[in-house]
């Protein structure tokens, strides 16, 4: 698999390891009930199809990146940082 | 030269287990004449050897096959040659053990199995029908004993009756201690191909990456039109051919291109493409597999082709191909029709007799008949016919169309039998009204057709599509994104279509990489259209084989639909037709067809099994490459391996770390020994020991503060500058990660330490917080694990060695338990310092730039000779942790709290840390929930065993009653015993009390009293000295 780094252009999938569901960005207030926790950590959507991901250039540059994924095809419609996606969801501090 | 008295066909007499003492076949229904007996033999000059085709004839190359030695020539695979010196009968069959010749001429080949090369180089399985010849070449044939021709376990055949489809599941069912230890190593000896040497692969294999704009797969005309069209235009081509030869059924066929032979033809283009800079040409090389975004997998066999690989110079390349877009044009493979017998050696897929007689100039038999249903299969005829070949009939099953002229063509007539058990002596057949003949052959020439090569088109699961009008899969228009197809491999069967389709194919490509597209220059070619009327088996009496390799036969089939295993995939595993290693090339169809007749369904509805990389079989060495012994994976090495290994030390594997686990002395004879002496030296005198491998993390910003406080269960952002804190840190579902300790160098700077095994997932999971949590806070990581060397300097005597190393006063006062500071050592080297213990002792970490570890330790040693100065393993270390009470991998297995740990106290809730919230969760809070403890057995010179379960006595040791574990077992030499640390339902409350640590693996059951985890300096007053 190669995949489209945002910084560094095409790198050879090796290169990373892969977390899972981008939704793991959308973390609750760290003192928010238990519920809100256990809904972030445990419930994630598993589709068949277009899927947003975090993978770690680990072999690399160390960014965490969002790939939108196909998970049926393993086609690759995206790669963007992940602070990015991060920031643009609300996250600063 | 090895001269033989009998000919060919009398060469196959003589193995002839019943008819002994008769070198020629005698049965008298057949009389035929193109049986002749009694010349001598010579590979040059071989009745079966025909002018013509692509062998160099001016030398002579000698090969032995199974200790008997026969010539052949540079050009010549091992079938070639074999079949050069009538050599017809090479393998026995997988199960029945029936005796089986050569079926194709290619990578598809099922039968000639043969064992290659003697010793370490002994490789089993290898296809007589690619491997090419060399001087001293040894072959052997495979599954047989004690010899090719006399087979003992060909006694399976006659058992036939009882192992049909499914015998194994319906058989060796009970009892079920024999599955192991009997019927496997039966049926293993049994049934089966070759055998390996048991010897390390003498040589090496290398792994490769290419990267193209364009990787055209196969050379014959579709391929060679593609790299020419796509090459002219500057695209960096790559073109790989598993063939030594490049021209595929060019060189296999009599056709003009362009007004030449389509060899000479092919030969020009190759020519001009080896010009081409910007073109690579890869023979040998089985593009293999398709993988995801345009990359391909190869193998390239570097030296298959020689005795043994040059000096330097690997066996085989692995290659990995990232290619911008790919033409499959590998072609078609030829499929045979069942029938009565259809095993016999000597029958062959029409097209491989062809490719025998016109590139290898030699006859696969004296007297050839032909079954076929289609016009291509009448080539062989021609072709055999005006090499001066006797054809004895062309059996065709159509009974409409021309007849061949100057041949025996018998129209609407089917093959039904055949005789010969070692080699064919002829066939049976039925014409149309229904009356049976025979004829008198030693070779059959069978076609049903084509099958285009489609494996690598549905290797992402794309399933290919049926095509009535060549009766045949084609690929699937949603295959592999960027895999074009030309060719035959598209259904193309012309060399007409063949070369316009790869030009066209080509052109595409050119325009998606934005080149300029070329006109065809398309040479003439034939353009004959796919006549065909498809016929899969004839039916009748007796077994008609549709898989040779694993002996399944249309009985099989049945047997399988009978019994309801219908499906494709149901088929493929209740009778194993299509597995081993040709993964049914030339029986999966046919069993499909069979099966969709058995279901009065059609074969598109019957479907096609999925096919899978590899293409044709990879060897494991060129899988692994270099990656074998002790290159397998990288090795860490301390900074102070060099010298340890001067002292003799013993290495252990931590992670990819080599870590000194202990430093036999002289005299000492049992590790216990040596680590019993290293502990109490350490804690009389001073021990070092290399702790680099503990992971660093340099951590910088304005913002350091907070965020460790929210990666760590407990505060840092008011640890003091100079200071060092013990961390925990939690997973967010409130299990600890890891722990260690974070020293604060400056107020913006802070040293994180994580134990050796997390230093990399720490380190990830920190850039996750950092990136994907709180992007905009202000702080920077980097790993510095391997930029320092560490050493820890434990025992009464460490301040005094280190005071004679440290430039600074490092005195209680000046610095104090877990103080830190950057620091000099040997006179202004730069360094740092903290006062830190695992062991329990008056301890300190030193740690100075990886490049002087060694001298590091070194100058520590020398001067602290006279302070009983030991280095120390990890063994050691393990000890003193345990008799300290701190934990370590052993009690960070993934499932244990803060509080599990004792220090729940350590978890802050006022702020917000991972893993706060779902700690607090209350199953993971439980009062009387596992708590850490130490254990001492009762009675002293008990043995203990880490994983026992604590059981109050008088109960079973059944789970209902499991009260904990012992988690980390050593022997104190401190105490005198042995000691452990353990977890324990409501530990903290139960001290003092007795129970069992119960083994049932080991069956040990030892008595057992609960203490404080802390059996050395519960107050801690040591480290404070």
């Not at chain 2, 899969?536 to 009985?555: C, E, F, I, M």
């Not at chain 2, 993964?583 to 096919?611: C, D, H, R, Y």
């Amino acid at each position: 698999m190669l995949i489209p780094h945002p910084i560094l252009g095409l790198r050879d999938a090796q290169e990373f390891t892969y977390l899972g569901d981008a939704a793991l960005i959308d973390r609750p207030d760290g003192l928010a009930n238990p519920e809100a926790f256990h809904d972030y950590l445990y419930l994630r959507d598993n589709p068949a199809g277009i899927h947003r991901e975090l993978w770690f250039h680990e072999q690399g540059d160390r960014s965490w990146i969002v790939v939108t994924r196909n998970t049926v095809t393993h086609e690759i419609l995206g790669a963007v940082l992940a602070q990015d996606v991060a920031r643009a969801r609300g996250r600063s501090r | 030269m090895n001269a033989r008295v009998s000919g060919t066909f009398a060469g196959q007499g003589e193995l002839f287990g019943f008819v002994k003492g008769d070198t020629r076949p005698h049965d008298p229904r057949y009389s035929g004449d193109g049986v002749r007996a009694g010349q001598g033999r010579d590979a040059t000059s071989t009745p079966e050897r025909l002018p013509g085709g692509l062998i160099d004839r001016s030398r002579s190359l000698e090969f032995a096959f199974d200790g008997r030695s026969y010539r052949g020539h540079p050009g010549d695979t091992l079938a070639s040659a074999l079949l050069a010196n009538g050599v017809r009968l090479m393998g026995r069959s997988f199960k029945y053990h029936r005796p089986r010749g050569v079926l194709t001429a290619g990578s598809e080949e099922p039968n000639a199995l043969v064992e290659l090369r003697s010793g370490a180089r002994q490789e089993p399985n290898s296809r007589a029908t690619v491997v090419e010849l060399f001087h001293g070449l040894e072959a052997c044939s495979q599954n047989r004993w004690p010899s090719l021709a006399f087979d003992v376990m060909g006694i399976n055949d006659l058992l036939s009756p009882f192992l049909t489809a499914g015998f194994y599941y319906k058989t060796f069912m009970w009892p079920a201690a024999f599955w192991e230890t009997l019927y496997e190593p039966v049926i293993r000896r049994a049934a089966g191909l070759g055998s390996l040497s048991r010897a390390e692969d003498p040589d090496c294999y290398d792994k490769g990456f290419l990267h193209a704009d364009l990787l055209v797969i196969g050379s014959g005309p579709a391929g060679l039109m593609a790299a020419r069209t796509a090459g002219r235009a500057g695209a960096r081509v790559i073109l790989m051919d598993e063939d030594f030869v490049l021209g595929g059924r060019l060189n296999a066929e009599t056709l003009s291109v362009g007004g030449q032979m389509g060899s000479a033809w092919a030969q020009s283009v190759v020519a001009e493409l080896s010009a081409l800079p910007n073109v690579r040409l890869m023979t040998r090389t089985t593009v293999f597999g398709v993988f995801d975004h345009g990359i391909y997998g190869a193998v390239e066999r570097v030296a298959d082709h020689l005795p043994a690989p040059e000096a330097g110079k690997p066996r085989q390349i692995l290659w990995r191909v990232y290619a911008r877009q790919a033409i499959l044009a590998a072609g078609a493979v030829e499929r045979p029709i069942a029938f009565r017998n259809n095993d016999r050696p000597g029958i062959m897929l029409a097209g491989a007799v062809r490719t025998y007689a016109n590139r290898w100039g030699v006859a696969a038999g004296r007297r050839v008949a032909l079954f076929v249903n289609n016009d291509d299969g009448l080539r062989t005829a021609r072709d055999l016919d005006a090499a001066g070949v006797d054809v004895a009939a062309v059996i065709d099953a159509r009974a409409e169309g021309d007849r061949l002229p100057g041949i025996r063509h018998i129209k609407g007539a089917v093959v039904t039998d055949a005789a010969g058990r070692l080699g064919l002596r002829g066939v049976t057949f039925r014409d149309g009204r229904g009356r049976e003949d025979r004829i008198a052959c030693d070779c059959l020439a069978v076609s049903s057709g084509w099958n285009p090569a489609v494996a690598l088109t549905s290797h992402q699961s794309a399933r290919p599509v049926w095509d009535e009008s060549i009766a045949a899969f084609v690929p699937s228009p949603n295959g592999p994104k960027g895999l074009k197809v030309a060719g035959a491999a598209a259904g193309v069967m012309s060399t007409h279509g063949a070369l316009a389709t790869g030009a066209a194919r080509a052109n595409d490509v050119l325009e998606e990489l934005g080149l300029p597209t070329q006109k065809p220059e398309l040479p003439e070619a034939e353009d004959a259209p796919v006549r065909l009327s498809p016929l899969w088996h004839v039916s009748g009496a007796g077994r008609a084989w549709v898989d040779l390799q694993n002996d399944v036969t249309v009985k099989d089939v049945r047997l399988a639909h009978q019994e309801n295993f219908r499906s494709v995939e149901h088929l493929k595993r209740y009778t194993t037709l299509g597995m081993a290693t040709d993964q049914g090339k030339t029986s999966n169809m046919l069993g499909l067809a069979v099966m969709a007749e058995l279901t009065g369904k059609s074969i598109p509805e019957t479907g096609t099994t999925m096919f899978r990389p590899p293409y044709t079989p990879v060897a494991m060495g060129a899988l692994a490459g270099r990656s074998r012994g002790e290159d397998f994976k990288p090795r860490r090495l301390t900074p102070s391996h060099r010298w340890a290994a001067e002292q003799g030390a013993i290495f252990v594997e931590a992670g990819l770390w080599m870590r000194a686990q202990w430093f036999p002395r002289p005299g000492e004879t049992t590790w216990r020994q040596s680590v019993d002496r290293e502990v109490l030296g350490t804690r009389k005198g001073v021990g070092i020991c290399d702790v680099t491998t503990l992971g660093k993390i340099d951590i910088q910003g304005t913002d350091a503060g907070v965020f460790l406080d929210r990666v760590y269960a407990n505060t840092f952002s008011t640890l003091p500058v100079g200071k060092v804190r013990y961390g925990i840190m939690l997973r967010e579902d409130g299990i600890v990660i890891d722990d260690g300790t974070t020293a604060r160098l400056g107020e913006h700077e802070y040293i994180m330490t994580t134990t050796t095994a997390n230093a990399v997932p720490v380190f990830r999971h920190l850039e996750f917080c950092r990136q994907c949590l709180w992007p905009d806070l202000d702080i920077q990581l980097i790993s510095t694990t391997e930029a320092w060397a560490q050493f820890s300097v434990a025992g009464p005597n460490a301040r005094r060695l280190l005071q004679r190393i440290v430039d600074q006063d490092i005195s209680d006062a000046a610095f104090p338990y877990m103080a830190c500071a950057n620091v000099t050592v040997c006179g202004g080297l730069r360094g740092r310092l903290f006062r830190i213990s695992f062991s329990g002792e008056l301890a300190y970490e030193v740690a100075v730039p990886a490049r002087y570890g060694d001298a590091l330790v070194r100058e520590m040693m020398a001067q602290g000779q006279d302070l009983g100065v030991m280095p120390y393993g990890t063994e050691a270390l393990g000890v003193l942790r345990v008799e300290k009470g701190h934990i370590a991998g052993n009690e960070l297995n993934g499932q244990t709290t803060a509080l599990n740990l004792g220090l729940g106290k350590m978890v802050s809730k006022k702020k917000d840390a991972i893993g706060m919230v779902l700690s607090q969760r209350e199953e993971l809070a439980r009062a009387d929930g596992l708590r850490l403890v130490g254990i001492r057995p009762v009675d002293p010179k008990a043995v203990l065993e880490a994983g026992s379960h604590l059981i109050a006595a008088g109960r079973d040791p059944v789970a209902a009653n499991d009260d904990g574990w012992l988690t980390s077992v050593v022997h104190s030499p401190h105490l005198g015993h042995q000691i452990a640390l353990a977890y324990l339902r409501n530990g903290a409350s139960r001290l003092g009390e007795r129970l069992r640590a119960v083994n049932l693996l080991a069956k040990t059951e030892v008595e057992v009293e609960i203490v404080s985890p802390h059996f050395v300096d519960p107050e801690g007053e040591r480290l404070r000295v």
